[in-house]
């Protein structure tokens, strides 16, 4: 493969393109599909048959707000029709060429206008089954670049300069990772990445994987010829078929043509890629129990340093990276870290892609460039809290992020500005709290997710979260004393700073926040024994045995 | 083994001290007789990090790191006793106590437990965290030792000295989080298991949680100085 | 200087912590020299005092009998000592927790009985679901660990208390001593 056979790909895809006056493109990503958008592609095939218009219908991976599927997207018009179903398909087909199906009509402009896409950009108009749509968007152009036109150190210096920061939580620098590796001594090196997206309700990487799996791959070769890796692997949660068909489609089809395996593009740089299964505990995305899980071992963390880039897979310098930041790969060495570096925050740099849900009119998987301020993703992506209640809070990082409250919406969104809210970037989850929602009751059911999900490890988290979670109990059932909240704060501290890896060290983060911001809720429970949410159902406690 | 031989010197609790490029924090320190207090620490097996008693303080980090693993570095400033840290020490303490049934007075290694020691050592006089009390089995079935779960504190000292040592690998972790539990081959009881009966996961458990059946009622103290004498032999060889 | 009036209480134990304060045997002379022994199993007052200076318990909650009587020593205490390790942390008692009461009671009463098989119901206090130690229910001043503690332990504590001295115990006894 060379660029010049690119370029031919490309052409031949236009030209085949061309053939068509309308595309219909219809999201196929687990939201739609799960309202019938199967059926629904099926029923546009044969109405465009029997319609005898040129007509290309395309499944396609997420558009984005899933609340309003399934979805359907006309182009080149980028007509966008909500709650699309079997029976609406002939409607749809009639109408190319006319005035679009006015009733299905999805004004969705202010929730796109905000946005920009860069990781989802082919989400939605490519088949993800099919390399020859990636490579007609610009696909596995940015690795021919990077291996004829670039030194490894060069790839390094762009990926630094745009300032990327790791996507799948904890906001580690990308080009100082991947120097390290680089420096790192030895013959073998290892590229992995992490899909295992334990966050409950987060989906972005799943739609990543699902929506543009060759974006991935391309992603890794890259960094595999930066830092000096021939070996990669994918571990991808079983819970995700999808994914794991798709990524293995996609590797298949990227080994065909000559993209990924040995002598890529006629140059001494091989690599290929492996698929690995997790079997869905959340602690497995933790770097170091996903390594060991890897190696076939007993998924448990490990304590760093050393760190894997020095000392991952197997005891050789490892580098680990989230789906959405090998995502965003291509596109840097494309466009150049500039361009990446001019979106974005002063120290939070590009856009970052976050699964919008909870009590929001448009639920979906959004991406936005970051210092967006909170309120703009709620107000006018979101489309606000429906039903005429009241915004309570946001609750940002998954089970270990914490809550900000209503009143803080001026916060623009960055890896720092959250911290310092008490919260965390995470990976991308975001779910909205109304008036109708208890914030012990939110900080019980999260800390319950981090008791279940501990590994049993280390003593902390182990026993720590499962004392939390008892105390939090008491006071959501009404029977606990100020003295139990403040042995509550003790045991955050103590788990905060004693846990061996990151799942407990964050584990308290709903605690603290709802604390910080939320306290009167708390005191409320023990000394009124009341719930002003009216979720917890506060009885006398009956301690004496029938 | 290529590093070559370099000396680092550093501060521990305000004494210099000096050390090998790659010992860790806790090795310098028992040299250099500062005591840091260690449950799954022992000497002669690989450290897994997971008690936590040993975290201390370095100057100009927030974070604390466990002395046992953490490896010196030249000009490295290590406090091993401030408040912050005996305030989670004693936390981790009750955890232990509180986590499964810790009846002391009825215990096979009362007054020979680490545990115990431990709690006594850094003052504790009671638990503030609610017992836990879960119900938890006890293994019998071998036809010389005893697992009682009940005063099991997962320091997974038997899992490393069966697979490092004895070279059985006998002993692995079942469940996650709070339920974990230690077994014996794919939980089977340990009189049906592969079991070579050498008695070193017995010596090294730091509580009543495995022990020899024919020290019930009577003292049983634990041996486990013999791994590095043991460790130092094998290397000889 | 009028004495001091020390109260010993006995919930659910075995009764050994009042047999090692017993121990102190002479030592049992210095103390009444300072304080006035105005209720415990060994004297005879049937009603705890509305006014006791230092309260000595012994033994675990277990029975809604107990929960009452630690309420009421609490509020007319001013001092109160967790003596032992049912009181300190439920030790013994504590054991059937894992269980709940019912199975412990059918035990005893209905599968090791040979005669009368019947689980009692009248006079005796209904026990609580989970046996705790006291400052589960109440504040506890002082905790004195160990099953029981010594004597040693009793005369160090109650010197130190009484005198107003420093009150180190740690050398002297700990959980299951
Ligand atoms: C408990 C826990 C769970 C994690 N889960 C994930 C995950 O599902 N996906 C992910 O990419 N990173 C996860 N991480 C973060 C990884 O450890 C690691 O930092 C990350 O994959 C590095 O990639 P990045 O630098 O590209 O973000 C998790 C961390 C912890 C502590
Ligand atoms: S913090 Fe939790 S998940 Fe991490 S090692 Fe400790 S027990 Fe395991
Ligand atoms: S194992 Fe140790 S701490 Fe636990 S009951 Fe036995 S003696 Fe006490
Ligand atoms: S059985 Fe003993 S050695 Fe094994 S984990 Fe439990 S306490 Fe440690
Ligand atoms: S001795 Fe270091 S963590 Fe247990």
């Known amino acids: 493969m060379t660029i010049e056979e690119l370029e031919q790909i490309q052409e031949s895809v236009r030209a085949e393109s061309a053939k068509f006056d309308f595309e219909v493109n219809v999201c196929m990503d687990l939201a739609c599909s799960s309202q019938g958008s199967d059926k629904l592609r099926d029923a546009l095939v044969k109405a465009a048959e029997a319609s005898g218009k040129k007509v290309l219908v395309r499944r396609t991976g997420c558009m984005g707000p899933c609340s309003s599927g399934p979805l359907v997207r006309v182009d080149p018009e980028e007509t966008l029709y909500k709650h699309v179903t079997a029976g609406h398909a002939e409607a749809i087909v009639s109408s190319l060429g006319g005035e679009p199906v006015p009733a299905l009509q999805c004004d969705l402009r202010e929730h796109f206008d905000k946005q920009v896409r860069v990781v989802l950009e082919n989400a939605g108009h490519i088949d993800p089954e099919k390399i020859d749509d990636y490579i007609s968007r610009e696909g596995y152009k940015a690795l021919m670049t990077a291996l004829m036109e670039m030194t490894p150190n060069g790839v390094i210096h762009r990926i630094t300069e745009s300032g990327l920061r790791g996507r799948g939580g904890g906001g580690y620098p990308t080009g100082l990772k991947w120097s390290t590796v680089s420096k790192a001594g030895g013959d073998m090196k290892y590229v992995v990445c992490n899909g295992d997206e334990g966050d409950p309700g987060a989906f972005m990487d799943r739609s990543v994987m699902e929506g543009d799996p060759h974006r991935v791959l391309e992603g890794m070769a890259i960094a595999a010829y930066a830092v000096g890796a021939s070996k990669g692997f994918i571990y991808v949660r079983a819970e995700y078929p999808v994914a794991v068909a798709r990524l293995t489609t996609a590797i298949r089809e990227a080994r065909r043509r000559g993209l990924l395996g040995s002598n890529i593009a006629g140059t001494t740089f091989s690599f290929d890629v492996e698929i690995r299964l997790g079997a869905g505990a959340f602690v497995c995305g933790e770097e170091t129990a996903l390594i060991a899980s890897i190696e076939g071992k007993r998924g448990t963390p490990k304590p760093r340093p050393p760190y894997p880039a020095v000392s991952g897979l197997w005891g050789r310098p490892t580098l680990l990276n989230n789906v959405e930041t090998y995502a965003n790969v291509a596109p840097i060495v494309r466009n150049g870290g500039k361009w990446f570096a001019n979106m974005g925050s002063e120290r ?9 849900t909870g009590k929001i009119a448009n639920t979906g998987l959004i991406e936005v460039p970051l210092g967006i301020k909170l309120w703009e993703i709620i107000d006018v992506i979101g489309g606000g809290v429906p039903d005429g209640h009241k915004l309570k809070a946001i609750q940002t990082g998954g089970p270990s992020g914490g809550c900000i409250p209503a009143d803080m919406m001026d916060l623009g969104v960055s890896y ?42 280390c003593i902390p988290c182990r026993a720590g979260t499962a004392q939390m979670y008892t105390l939090l109990t008491r006071i959501c059932e009404g029977t606990a004393t100020m003295d139990d909240l403040e042995m509550l704060e003790d045991l955050c501290s103590t788990v905060k700073e004693a846990s061996l890896c990151g799942l407990g060290q964050t584990a308290p983060n709903p605690v603290l926040s709802t604390l910080k911001y939320f306290r009167n809720e708390y005191i409320e429970h023990i000394q009124h024994k009341r719930c002003l949410a009216g979720v917890c159902n506060i009885q006398a406690p009956v301690e004496v045995m029938a | ?11 521990i609790d305000e004494q210099e001290v000096s ?6 924090i806790l090795e310098v320190a028992r040299e250099n007789d500062i005591d840091i207090p260690t449950l799954c ?36 400033e290590v406090r091993t006793n401030t408040e912050r840290l005996k305030k989670h020490r004693r936390m981790i303490l009750e955890m232990l106590f509180a986590e499964r049934n810790h ?11 680490e545990l115990q ?113 043991l460790k130092m032999m094998r290397e000889a060889q | 200087m009028s004495k001091l009036k020390l109260a010993t209480v006995w919930l659910d134990g075995c009764s050994g912590c009042h047999m090692s304060f017993l121990d102190m045997d002479e030592r049992l002379l210095e103390l009444a020299e300072l304080v006035d022994v105005v209720y415990s199993p060994v004297v005879d007052a049937k009603e705890f005092p509305d006014e006791v200076d230092i309260a000595l318990v012994e033994g675990a909650v277990a029975s809604v009998d107990d929960e009452k009587k630690i309420k009421k020593v609490r509020a007319h205490s001013k001092m109160l000592i967790a003596m032992g390790d049912c009181a300190v942390a439920g030790n013994v008692p504590s054991m059937r927790n894992p269980f709940g009461p019912q199975p412990i009671l059918d035990r005893a009463y209905i599968e ?54 420093p009150l180190d115990i740690s050398e002297l006894t700990r959980f299951g001593a």
């Open chain 2, 41 to 76: 620490h022992l000497e002669g097996l690989s450290d897994v990090g997971a008690c936590r008693l040993c975290l201390v303080e370095i100057k100009g980090s927030n974070k604390l790191l466990p002395a046992c693993v953490a490896t010196v570095y030249e000009g490295m």
């Open chain 2, 117 to 229: 020691a431990m709690g006594q050592e850094q003052g504790l006089t009671h638990i503030r965290l609610p017992y836990r009390n879960p119900k938890l089995t006890l293994d019998a079935s071998h036809e010389r030792f005893t697992a009682d779960h009940n005063r099991c504190i997962l320091c997974m000292r038997c899992v490393r000295v069966c697979a490092e040592i004895e070279g059985a690998h006998v002993w692995d972790v079942m469940g996650r989080g709070i339920n974990s539990v230690v077994i014996t081959d794919l939980n089977d009881e340990w009189g049906k298991s592969t079991c070579t009966r050498c008695g070193k996961c017995v010596q090294v458990c730091p509580t009543g949680a495995l022990f020899d059946k024919s020290k019930i009622g009577s003292d049983h103290p634990k041996y486990p100085d013999f791994l590095p004498n």
């Open chain 1, 348 to 356: 939070s740099k590009g856009t970052k892609v976050f699964a919008l």
């Open chain 2, 19 to 24: 050390a090998l490029r790659g010992q860790t």
């Open chain 1, 416 to 457: 720092d500005a959250l911290m310092a809210a008490g919260s965390i970037m995470g990976s991308g989850g975001m779910i909205v709290m109304d008036d109708t929602s208890c914030m012990v009751n939110v900080a019980r059911f999260f800390i319950e997710f981090c008791m279940t999900e501990s590994c049993g490890k």
């Open chain 3, 112 to 165: 090791n009985a040979s005669l009368q098989q019947q689980i009692p119901c009248v006079v005796v206090p209904k026990l609580l679901k989970v046996v705790r130690p006291i400052h589960e229910y109440v504040k506890v001043d002082v905790f004195l660990p160990g099953c029981p503690p010594s004597a040693d332990t009793f005369h160090t504590a109650l010197t130190a208390l009484l005198t107003g001295g």
């Open chain 2, 103 to 113: 009846i002391c007075a009825v215990c096979v290694s009362n007054g020979h437990c």
């Open chain 2, 1 to 11: 083994m290529s590093d070559p031989v370099e000396v680092k010197t550093l501060i």
